[in-house]
């Protein structure tokens, strides 16, 4: 069973953002969510929430959130996040999940995920243009970010 929902990571992320004066899209939304899934399983090794994690085009996405977050095209998330309820140790790892990624671009965000396995192994032969929705194993991003997390090459 999963601690959060993907959509309670995504508003402390879009929370987070809008509080610190910084912007968030949609694509580095999603890329953040990912990576909190992703280390959430190598570092405890269960899900951090229940959504499955497509291979888009673009990189990794939950779709019930592209849904939800999809009106603000390529601009800002502006959308303001009044309460939300998360216990703390999910907000120390989203806040590391932050300081790791918060930084980079989304461009920056999709190169990286796009260069790593999990990833890669869900679109298996697809060419990099084509759309799908194939689920991003668990399994795959619990392996692959173990293997970081131990300093291995994966």
């Known amino acids: 069973m999963s601690t959060v929902t993907a959509d309670q990571v995504a508003r402390f992320f879009v929370k987070t953002a809008n509080e610190s004066g910084d912007v968030i ?29 497509e291979a888009w085009v673009h990189g990794p996405v ?14 800002p998330i502006v959308k303001q996040v009044h309460s939300l309820s998360i216990p703390s140790r999910v907000e120390r790892h989203l806040q590391d999940v932050l300081l790791a990624y918060g930084h980079l671009s989304a461009f920056q965000l999709e190169h990286l995920t796009h260069s790593e396995q999990p ?10 243009d084509v759309n799908a929705n194939h689920v991003i194993s668990r399994k795959d991003m619990t392996e692959y970010f173990k293997h970081k997390l131990n300093g291995k090459k994966a």
């Open 25 to 53: 899209t949609n694509l580095e939304l999603q890329k953040l969510v990912y990576y909190a899934q992703a280390w959430h399983l190598a570092l405890y090794e269960r899900p951090l929430f229940d959504d499955a994690i």
């Open 62 to 75: 939950v779709r019930s959130l592209y849904s939800k977050y999809k009106g603000f095209g390529a601009g």
């Open 119 to 128: 990833w890669r192994s869900a679109r298996g032969d697809l060419p990099p």
